[in-house]
């Protein structure tokens, strides 16, 4: 997403306060995204060899979990916002 196309879409969106809205979320879930990738390498850094193997494996699997559906929220509002940019 380039500054001059989002510029663009805020500008034609401006009077459309819900589609503002799911672009502001959209813009959002990107960070979010960052932040699951981040929780999960640091805390499998800090859990390393501080608790047992099947504790451990649990945390993992939760936090990966996270960062898939927040994945998966970034794909589907990259899509949509080409959409709208399309527009």
Known sequence: M???????????SKDDQDLMEAIQDALLSF???????????????????????????????NMDRIRTSRHNAVLANVNMLNRI???
């Open 2 to 12: 380039n500054r001059a196309s989002l510029e663009e879409m805020i500008r034609m």
């Open 31 to 61: 960070e979010e995204y960052h932040t699951a990738i981040y929780s999960m390498e640091t805390k499998r850094k800090l859990l390393t060899g501080t608790i047992d193997a099947q504790q451990f494996q649990s945390e993992i699997t």
């Open 85 to 87: 940019a399309a527009q």
